[in-house]
C-alpha cells in the first residue's frame, strides 16, 4: 500500500505543471553554478599546480555544486510537500483518506516515499552534471558517493520535516512558509549558536558539512535517520489526532 500511495502522489505530482516548472528552473540554476565552478577552477588551475597537495576538481566543483542543491532543497521541499495533506484537509478529503483500510503508517510513508523520489530525481541531475567532469580527467569517487550520500539523507529529513508541517494546517502556502522558515532555522543553528554544542548538533549544516567534505561519520548518519524518523512518527500522531472522533 505504501508503494501505492507514492505511485497515486507521482502521478498527481508529474501531472501539474509544478513538477516540470520546478526541474527546469532548477536544471536552469544547478548548471549555472556547475559552469561557474568549472570556470573558477579552469582559472586557478596553474596556480593549483604549484602547490603540493593541491585541491582537485571534485573539491572545487562537485562540492560546491552539491552544497548549490542542498541549498535548493531547503527551500523548494516545503513547497512541493506543501499540499500532501494541508489540501487534503482544505478540500475535505482527508476524512476520507483516514477512515479508509490503510494504516496511518502506511499514508504517511507513502506521501513521503513519493517527496523523497522526485527530490532524488533533482539530485540525479545534480550527480549526472558531476560525472560528465569525468571526460576531463579524475574524480574522487569516494568524496563524491559520501556527498551524494548526505544530499540523498537531507532530502529524506526536508521531506519528512515538510509533511509534517504539511499535516498541522488546511492552508498550503502557511505550511510552505512554515516549513521553509523551520528548515533555515535548523540550517543556520550551526552558526547562531557557535558556543553551545548540543544545539549546534542539531544543526542540518553541521551534518551534511561533514558529508559534503567527504567524511563519512555514523554519527551524521544516524542524525538523519532519527531525524526523519522523529517527524514522520510527529506526523504519524498528527492524523491520530484528526482521526479520533
Given at each position: ?69 542542498a541549498m535548493i532543497l531547503l527551500i523548494i521541499t516545503p513547497v512541493l ?130 558529508s559534503n567534505s567527504g567524511l563519512l561519520d555514523t554519527a551524521d548518519v ?24
Open positions: 500500500m505504501i508503494v501505492t500511495i507514492a505511485a497515486k502522489e507521482l502521478r498527481i505530482l508529474f501531472g501539474s505543471p509544478l513538477a516540470w516548472i520546478i526541474l527546469g528552473v532548477l536544471q536552469l540554476l544547478m548548471a549555472w553554478v556547475f559552469l561557474n565552478q568549472v570556470d573558477a577552477f579552469l582559472g586557478v588551475q596553474g596556480q593549483l599546480l604549484q602547490l603540493v597537495n593541491p585541491p582537485g576538481v571534485t573539491e572545487m566543483v562537485v562540492a560546491p555544486l552539491f552544497g548549490a542543491t510537500a506543501m499540499r500532501l495533506i494541508a489540501e487534503e484537509r482544505r478540500n475535505h478529503t482527508l476524512p476520507l483518506l483516514l477512515s479508509a483500510p490503510l494504516s496511518l503508517g502506511a499514508i504517511v510513508l507513502g506521501k513521503f516515499l513519493a517527496l523523497w523520489l522526485f527530490l532524488c530525481l533533482i539530485i540525479a541531475l545534480a550527480a549526472a552534471m558531476a560525472l560528465a567532469l569525468i571526460a576531463g580527467g579524475p574524480l574522487d569517487i569516494g568524496l563524491l558517493l559520501v556527498g551524494l550520500g548526505g544530499l540523498v539523507l537531507l532530502a529524506a529529513c526536508l521531506a519528512a520535516l515538510g509533511l509534517y508541517f504539511s499535516s498541522l494546517t488546511a492552508h498550503p502556502a502557511i505550511a510552505a512558509i512554515s516549513g521553509i522558515a523551520a528548515a533555515l532555522g535548523l540550517w543556520l543553528l550551526d552558526i547562531a549558536v557557535q558556543q553551545v554544542a548540543p544545539l549546534r548538533a542539531l544543526s542540518l549544516l553541521q551534518h551534511f558539512g561533514r544516524g542524525y538523519f535517520l532519527l531525524f526523519a524518523a522523529t517527524f514522520l512518527m510527529l506526523t504519524v500522531l498528527r492524523l491520530d489526532r484528526d482521526r479520533l472522533p
